[in-house]
């Protein structure tokens, strides 16, 4: 995980992690964040 800050006090955090992915798993992400009504579900595929 890595905090950064800007000059103006906003900031973004930076997550990851490393997994060996197979072809009957699903995975996905959970974004909160303020600008969104409720957090967003992104899927991850082999293209994205």
């Not at 905090?3 to 992690?17: A, E, G, I, M």
């Amino acid at each position: 995980t890595r905090l950064s800050f800007s000059k103006d006090w906003s900031f973004y955090l930076l997550v990851h992690t490393e997994f060996t992915p197979n072809a009957v798993d699903q995975y996905s992400c959970r974004v909160k964040h303020v600008t969104l009504d409720k957090p967003k579900i992104v899927k991850w595929d082999r293209d994205h």
